[in-house]
């Protein structure tokens, strides 16, 4: 295994300050709807949502026509009052962020490329071990990586690519089935997908939550923290024109 480390210059850390915003106002904007300043993935590629830290009145009254009566949206680091009654927080998260450039990374011929055939896949392992979320169309963000049984073809390990922001890509859909885990599959996936984007140019960076233990993996692997934020899930009640 390598460590992957930068001989040029290092990338930007600045950009990994709002990267849903910066991702979808940029490298991924193919795959994203907006109104205003509120800007958010095509519904089955991603939930994820860029907004300004400092929301005004018609800011918010955006997210909910942008999100619609009775779904959800998510913001990170919202910084100014919520409208009475238009919204209910129904979640409350903790997301640190790492970053790897100095992470291992390793190709690893035993893994194979995941695509489209195998979403059902993907998800039913998503739904058993909640890495987070992973839609239909999320396999589009870039490329993901599982490890199979040798003997039964199952798919017992996985993770790929999210967020792109200049310099860096994300990490995510981290997983390994209950049944496999502590044999160092999760390192091997992810170590993997390093390498794939550390060959592109790029350094990896990725979210977890205050309290995945996930996190002492990433830890090991030579992640360092750069920042935790908050990020709500909301639900739209009603709309506000
Ligand atoms: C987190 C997860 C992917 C780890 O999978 P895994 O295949 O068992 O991990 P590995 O065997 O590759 O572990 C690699 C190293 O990380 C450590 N590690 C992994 N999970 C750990 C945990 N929950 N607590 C402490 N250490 C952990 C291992 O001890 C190992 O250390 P070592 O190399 O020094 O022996 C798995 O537990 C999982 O699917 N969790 C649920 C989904 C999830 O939350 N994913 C993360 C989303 S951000």
């Given at each position: ?10 990338p ?5 300050d ?27 590629v ?51 962020q ?14 194979v ?47 790929g ?65 750069n ?15």
């Amino acid at each position: 295994m390598t460590t992957a480390r930068f001989s040029g210059s290092e990338p930007d850390t600045t950009v990994l300050d709002d990267p849903f915003t910066t991702a979808l106002r940029g490298p991924q904007s193919h795959f994203a709807r907006s109104l205003g300043n509120i800007v958010t993935f095509e519904p089955d590629v991603s939930v994820f949502y860029g907004h300004p830290r400092e929301m005004t009145a018609q800011d918010y009254v955006d997210l909910a026509e942008l999100t619609g009566v009775g779904r959800t949206a998510s913001l990170r680091d919202r910084r100014t009052p919520l409208p009475d009654g238009v919204f209910d927080v129904v979640a409350e998260i903790d997301l640190v962020q790492y970053r790897g450039d100095a992470a291992v990374s390793a190709a690893d011929a035993e893994l194979v490329r995941l695509g489209s055939a195998d979403v059902p896949e993907m998800t039913a392992l998503v739904e058993l071990t909640e890495p987070g979320p992973f839609l239909p169309r999320t396999i589009e963000m870039g490329v993901y990586l599982g490890y199979r049984d040798p003997s039964s073809g199952r798919l017992l390990s996985m993770a790929g690519q999210r967020l792109q922001v200049p310099g860096w890509t994300e990490i995510s859909a981290v997983c390994t089935h209950p049944d496999a885990r502590g044999r160092g599959l999760a390192r091997r996936v992810v170590s993997a997908v390093a390498q794939v984007i550390v060959d592109a140019g790029h350094a990896p960076f990725l979210h977890t939550t205050a309290d995945n233990s996930a996190r002492h993996l990433y830890e090991k692997m030579g992640f360092t923290l750069n920042s935790e934020a908050p990020l709500e899930i909301l639900r739209v009640n009603k709309g506000m024109r």
